[in-house]
């Protein structure tokens, strides 16, 4: 069973920073893309970050380059986001997913929730 | 940005009857469109991907058509679990991907 479980997430002041983790399980971590994919209540769902299998290559939407980093440990099958100055735009629920195909998202995890709050 | 407009906002049906739900892309996507599935304090789930084909486990009630601009995703007959919000999603031209706004099926 393919399971992938989020976690990190919480509430941070405006130009704070948080990272957040996302743990495979049920299938090769290491020959799956991966992504980061947001839900707000302003923009509702919003794609923030791909990663290749290797990690040797990585896209971001234009709101978060500069800002935040996908990484991976496939020895760990653990996927990363770090978050820097956060904005309050940034918050809402954060899900990790696999990407079968260039790109769409067949599993997602549960999703962590991220608040960018005074 | 490809913008992605989604018709109705809420579709108010019965058990049993048929659903039909639009997509539309400011641009060509081609076949390249996804469709999803959301209830209340779930992750989304794939129904529908390159734009007919249903993803694992998902029943034939469910149908995805169209291609380049217009697509409809369609449900034969509601079951009670159907109602939900779906959206579809394009990976034709990017960065970025983009999702449309979401079409809630609600009961009548």
């Known amino acids: 069973e393919v399971q992938l479980v989020e976690s990190g997430g919480g509430l941070v002041q405006p130009g704070g920073s948080l990272r957040l983790s996302c743990v495979a399980s049920?299938?090769?971590?290491?020959?799956?893309?991966m992504s980061w994919v947001r839900q707000t209540p302003g923009k509702g769902l919003e794609w923030v970050a791909n990663i290749k299998e290797d990690g040797s290559e990585e896209y971001y939407v234009d709101s978060v380059r500069g800002r935040f980093t996908i990484s991976r440990d496939n020895a760990k099958n653990t996927l990363f986001l770090q978050m820097n100055s956060l904005r309050v735009e940034d918050g809402g629920k954060y899900y990790c997913?696999?990407?079968?195909?260039?790109?769409?998202?067949?599993?997602w995890g549960q999703g962590t929730p991220v608040t960018v709050s005074s | 940005e490809t913008v992605l407009t989604q018709s109705p906002a809420t579709l108010s049906l019965s058990p049993g009857e048929r659903a039909t739900l639009s997509c539309r892309a400011s641009?060509?996507?081609?076949?390249?469109l996804a469709w999803y599935q959301q209830k209340p304090g779930q992750a989304p789930r794939l129904l529908i991907y390159?734009?007919?084909n249903r993803a694992i486990d998902i029943p034939d009630r469910f149908s995805g058509s169209g291609s380049g601009t217009d697509f409809t995703l369609t449900i034969s007959s509601l079951e009670p679990e159907d109602f939900a919000v779906y959206y579809c999603q394009q990976r034709s031209n990017w960065p970025p991907l983009t999702f449309g706004g979401g079409t809630k099926v609600e009961i009548k």
């Open positions: 641009e060509s996507v081609g076949s390249y």
């Open positions: 049920g299938f090769t971590f290491s020959r799956s893309w």
């Open positions: 997913a696999r990407a079968p195909r260039l790109f769409d998202w067949d599993y």
């Open positions: 390159d734009a007919s």
